[in-house]
Every structure is written in C-alpha cells, then in structure tokens.
C-alpha cells in the first residue's frame, strides 16, 4: 500500500512541500530541504512552535508540550505532528 501525501502550505510564502502520513511533518519538510527551527524532535523544546491554519494532524507522544489553551488557539509542535489531511501552517508562532 502506497504511503498517504498531504500537501503543506507554509504561509506567508505560500511554499508547498508533500508530507507523508506517516512521518512527522518537520521530518517531511527536512526532506523537501526545507529547514524549520528545531532542537529536542519529540515536542519537549517547542522551538518549532508553529501555528496550524487548516487541516488536520495527529501527535505521534502523548504529551506535545502544547497546553489545551494554545492547542485550541492553533499552536501545534511539527516534530511530533503527522498529517492527516492537507495543511496550511505558519512556521515560528
């Protein structure tokens, strides 16, 4: 079975790069060479804080280190997010 391709948008550049469903999202940018701040890889340093615009994720840990608070306001982590539709997100909340 063919691994699932989302497209993200990273705004306000309106750049595109396909992430696979079953890699994180800052593991599909990296490998579009596309380079986000990062550091920890597992949601623990937030570095990568991003705002999530449209679409829909998952977290591959229990715990993003994202509050329900920002969570709900949009924030989300790319190095432990996978995608589970096409995304439109803006890098460094």
Do not use: H
Not at 5 to 18: A, I, K, R
């Amino acid at each position: 079975m063919p691994a699932a391709l989302f497209t993200v948008t990273l705004m306000p550049e309106n750049l595109q790069f396909q992430a696979d469903r079953d890699k994180t999202i800052l593991q599909s940018a990296e490998r579009a060479q596309i380079y986000p701040l990062s550091s920890c890889r597992n949601g623990t340093c937030r570095t990568c804080i991003s705002t999530l615009i449209s679409g829909d994720i998952r977290y591959n840990t229990d715990w993003p280190g994202l509050s329900a608070e920002e969570k709900q306001a949009g924030l989300m982590l790319p190095c432990c997010a996978q995608p589970l539709s096409d995304l439109v997100m803006k890098l460094e909340a």
